[in-house]
Each structure stands twice: as structure tokens, then as C-alpha cells.
């Protein structure tokens, strides 16, 4: 919330020429020069001068390796005539910092212009949203929609089941009205093809299969204190409006019984075909008939609204998708399985990342500010269908879950710092985008973990504003 196999590496040159690595480093192409019988002429002319060009030769080229197990693989030389001298240390030295670590990154060269303990996988919060969008994307793709479908038993006509796919975006708002999911997919236009279908039928019994899940529906090393302050519902594959209390309140109390909450609002719309129905809860057999179904809005419209607003409970619904589509189980304990291979194509080593949940909110998800960095870079560069994540980040001092930040002596940085926003009970998070003042394009992670306080947000938005005054001279100092 914002109150958030072998794999190359990715090594980048500090600007003390110190070199961070995470894997191993492809490179695809390397420059051949060859010289030309014309430049014997040059050649006489330089050995005529006093100079030699005899050591040109290409034993004194670095050449791409054909061993897979080799431990290092040739680096881009970032090599720079920049005086490096804006520092941000008092800025890092907060207090209200608590257990402090950070990564800057200039997006154009890799070089990394300030780190401290960056490698270090360590309580992400929210940001753990960007590893959830950009699985999803690659996984399910920017145009998947969820169907939600009901059935009727045809040797038993007043029999009808209403079988969850995942989709908490379902709603049970009336016709011209919004819940916090725009344009999502309402009970009642089910409702209205049902009875439709069942062409004056009246239904005696409601089944809820809400199976496609497997395991618990809440994570045990959530607080439950989450769910009754109405930030993060149970994960459910049957649920309605993500189960809030308040359908157009985006923080609002959330039940124990999601399930039968759904039977009940789809009773309700259902009204007098369903009036004397008994609603139960069980997996539906083989063999029974659709009649109706609803599509959710696409899963670019989900990726969107989650980072912006840091909605939890989709970002736990589009890892279980991830997780089934991948033939897992959509289980908690398939997430860092699933997660990880729908991250694949980035190209960064995951070796050391530890994924609980989707959203964020478990203490024991583990993932270094490097690594979102690095994720950063790619979200700036629009890989894959990553501008969609670009597009859901938040924006300092304008949008989402950064409306808010970034004002007073940090104004200037407004507009300029594109992010995703953390908070759990021992940490607060930020990690994106800088356009810095100089134009130089950062990507960054801040985190601020252990004993910290809600003051620590606004010694994170004082160290990020440093950085964007700083950009390309930012001292590692």
C-alpha cells in the first residue's frame, strides 16, 4: 500500500570504478575492427613520428566468452570527466531513516552513483507491486481478461452455480454506478442473463465454487489489523468489489466470509427467480451447463489502478493468475515460484529474491534496491508491454499515492520523481524513476526499515529531492 536456471547479470561500474554485479552479463554483439590495406600509410606515417601501432592487435581484445560457468564477463567501461561532488549524506544520515539502504542509478550509462548495502535483499512493502505488474504483463499480457461464469445443473434445472476465476473487480453496484474499479464487470448484467436463461425457471439452490485457489486465503505473516482497517482482503477465487464494506471507498473494512458475501449480493440481484434459494459453498461437479458470464476490464486496467492506488488485493489476484497460468496451484507458497519465472525475460538475476505475497505487505518478502533499480531501468525503457507500468506509477506532488508528497521545500522535485511508494508496520519504500534537474535519467530504490515511524516518508522524500538536484554529479560519498 502507499500509506505499495541461468540467468545473466547484471553488472554495473560505480563511479568509483568499484563494480556491483547480481548473475551473469550477456552481450549480444561486439564491435570487429578491421584495418584496411589503406592504412599502411597511416601506419608509416606513425612509426615515422615515433609511435607504433604494433600492439593493435586482437589479442588485446576482450572476447565474448562460450563458457556459460565463466564467473566474469566483459563490462562496458563507463568512463567520465564528471566531477562528482553533490553529496547527499547528511540527507542519508536521518535518523528517521531507521535501517537505511539505497541504490542510484544513471539509466544511460549503468553506472551506480550512490549505494549503500544496495545488494542486500531486504523488506520491500509496496514496491513489490512492480514485480507483480511486470510478471503479469509478461505472463497473462496487457489484454487477458477474467470470466466469471454461472452454470445450471441440467438434471436439475433450479440448480445454479456461480464459479469464482479471480476476479475481485466484480460489483455489486447498480447500473450507472461506480465502485473503485472502473468499468468493472456488475452481478446484476450476470443476474439479467441468468434469468434470461433460465427463461422464468425459479431457482431453489445457489452453489458458490470458489476452488480455483488452493491453500489459505491469508497470509500468515500478514496483520490482520490490514484487513479490519480495510486494506487488504482475503484471497478468495469467488469475491465481490474486492470485498469491501464501502464498493467506492478504496480503504474499507473487509469481512472473514467473502464467499458467502458474494452469494448473497448475487442472490440479491438475482431477486424474485431467486428469492426462496439456499446459497451453500462447494466445487462444481462435471457436466453442468453455462448460461452466463461476465468479463473483467483488462489486466492493463488492473496494473494501472494497483500501482497507482497500491490496492492490495489486486496485486494478490494478479499473482495468483500469474501462478495458474504457469501451472502452479495459486497458492502463497507458489507466488515465488511463479513470480520469478514470469520475470524471466528481464534478465536479472533472482537467485537472491525471496517472494511471500503479491502486494507487499509481508515482512518476509526480500528483494535488494538493485534489483529495482534495475527493474526501473527496464520499466523506463518500455520493454515488453512495461509502459503500462510507467503509465500506473505514481507521480510526486500529482498522483496516487505521492499526491500528497513532495510538497513545501521539496516542490522543485515535483513532477520530476515517478515511483512506486511502500508502507508496512516496519518500513517505508520508494523506488522508480528520477528525471533529475540536469535532465539525466536516474532509477533508484530508497529503503527505510526496522524502528521507523510515518515520519520517515518525509525523510524520504528529502533524500529523493536531494538526488534529483544532484543528478548526473551525485556523489557515492
Known sequence: MGKVRLEPEFRFKTSQGSVLSEGKEKFAYFKQIAIGSASGVVTLALIIAGFSISGASSSSVSKPSESASQSASPTPSVTSSIARTCSVATEAADPRLGTFSAVVINAATDEVLFDRNATTPASTASTMKMLTAAAALQVLGPNYRVETKVYQDPANPATIYLVGAGDPTLSRTANGKQSVYKDAPKLSDL?????????????SKIV???TLFSGPSWEPTWQRS???????SEVTALQVDGDRKNPSAETSARSTTPVANAGRYFKAALGASASAAAISE????????????????PISQWVKHMLLVSDNTQAEYLARLVSLKQGFDGSFTSLNAAIKMGLNSTMISSANVTIKDGSGLSD???????????????????QGNYSIIYQGLPIAHESGSLASRFGGDNLDAA????AKTGWIKRGYTLAGIINAKDST???????????????????????????????NQLSNN
Not at 461437479?285 to 448460461?291: E, L, N, S
Not at 518478502?365 to 531501468?377: D, H, M
Open 208 to 210: 458458490l465454487d470458489s
Open 364 to 382: 518476509f518478502n526480500a528483494v535488494s534496491p538493485t534489483y529495482l533499480a534495475q527493474l526501473s531501468k527496464l520499466i523506463l525503457g518500455s
Open 226 to 232: 490490514e484487513q479490519t482497517q480495510g486494506y487488504m
Open 415 to 418: 513532477g520530476h520523481i515517478i
Open 191 to 203: 443476474a439479467v442473463a441468468v434469468n434470461a436463461s433460465l427463461k422464468g425457471q425459479a431457482v
Open 282 to 297: 462447494a466445487k462444481m461437479p462435471a457436466g453442468m451447463t453455462q448460461i452466463a458470464s461476465v468479463y473483467s476490464q
Open 441 to 471: 535519467q536516474l532509477t533508484f530504490a530508497i529503503y527505510a526499515l526496522g524502528n521507523v515511524k510515518d515520519d520517515a516518508k518525509d525523510a524520504i522524500d528529502i533524500l529523493a529531492t536531494a538526488i534529483y538536484r544532484c543528478g
